[in-house]
Nanobody, 119 residues
Framework: QVQLVESGGGLVQPGGSLRLSCAASGFTFSLYDMSWYRQAPGKERESVAV????????TYADSVKGRFTISRDNAKNTVYLQMNSPKPEDTAVYYC????????????WGKGTLVSVSA
């Protein structure tokens, strides 16, 4: 059974830091591209950061470049999102996503973790 379980969300002050984790199981983690998405109230879900299966190709949304860092530990089947200097506009539910590196229709999602950035 495939599972993606996000954790680490909560309330953080602007300029602070927060680290999200996504623990994966039920599939061969090292063969999957892992991503973080987010969805703010009233907005569409958007990609935040992507880590290719080998960890050698990483991309970020322009809005988080220089502040957020995605990383993965293939030995622990876990992907992380380090959020530094968050802004109120980063408030959203953050979702973990997995797609196989060869493409296709497989697309796994976690249930999300809420991040609120407020003073």
């Amino acid at each position: 059974q495939v599972q993606l379980v996000e954790s680490g969300g909560g309330l953080v002050q602007p300029g602070g830091s927060l680290r999200l984790s996504c623990a994966a199981s039920g599939f061969t983690f090292s063969l999957y591209d892992m991503s973080w998405y987010r969805q703010a109230p009233g907005k569409e879900r958007e990609s935040v950061a992507v880590s290719a299966s080998g960890g050698d190709i990483i991309t970020y949304a322009d809005s988080v470049k220089g502040r957020f860092t995605i990383s993965r530990d293939n030995a622990k089947n876990t992907v992380y999102l380090q959020m530094n200097s968050p802004k109120p506009e980063d408030t959203a539910v953050y979702y973990c996503n997995a797609v196989p590196r060869w493409g296709g229709v497989i697309n796994y999602w976690g249930k999300g973790t809420l991040v609120s950035v407020s003073a």
